[in-house]
């Protein structure tokens, strides 16, 4: 095993054991942390329970199951599309969004500030590591919208290129399950 290989499986380790606390302190299972976080960061394209089946490889069964804890717990709440009839959007309330605060997300990102330099050059290496992993695994990428191939900017604002619908500001710096690099590279 390379020094590269161990300290990833140690870190990821580690995180794993934040996350297992984190869920533990609120009468949580890791999967229930794990869920909180993605919704978080999901896009109107990506906050459907489909998209978390994806996004962390599990079936729909669990996906129901932890929606259900999530929501009979009041962390989040489901909303019907407006256009799409059976589709159920997922919302944090507030007491998710508070569940997730001093989380082991916070900590990372303080570790990471602390060496800004290293942490520009350490993102471009482990997009590029996902990128081959998600390729050897057959997953979906997920992105960012704005540095999707599909992402319009135009005078009138931002569009997708794929559904052609407006994109919010706050649309665009979410992860996305429709995105497509626009490089040869996946993340």
Partial sequence: MSQTTFLLERLGAL???????????????PIHIQVLHYLMRANRYSDLPIA?????????????????????KGLLTKEPDAHHGKRLHLRLTPAGE??????????????LCERAIEAAALESSLRNLLSAMQRVN??????????????????SGARCGLTHEPLATEQTVRICREWTAATSECV
């Fill in 15 to 29: 995180i794993q054991q934040s996350v297992r606390d984190d869920a533990a302190r609120h009468g949580l299972l």
């Fill in 52 to 72: 978390i089946a994806e996004y962390f490889g599990i079936t729909r069964g669990t996906v129901s199951q932890t929606l259900a804890v999530l929501e009979r």
């Fill in 98 to 111: 508070s569940v997730l605060s001093a989380s082991w997300v916070e900590h990372v990102e303080e570790a």
């Fill in 138 to 155: 057959g997953q979906r990428a997920f992105g960012l919208c704005w540095q999707c191939a599909h992402f319009l900017d135009e005078k």
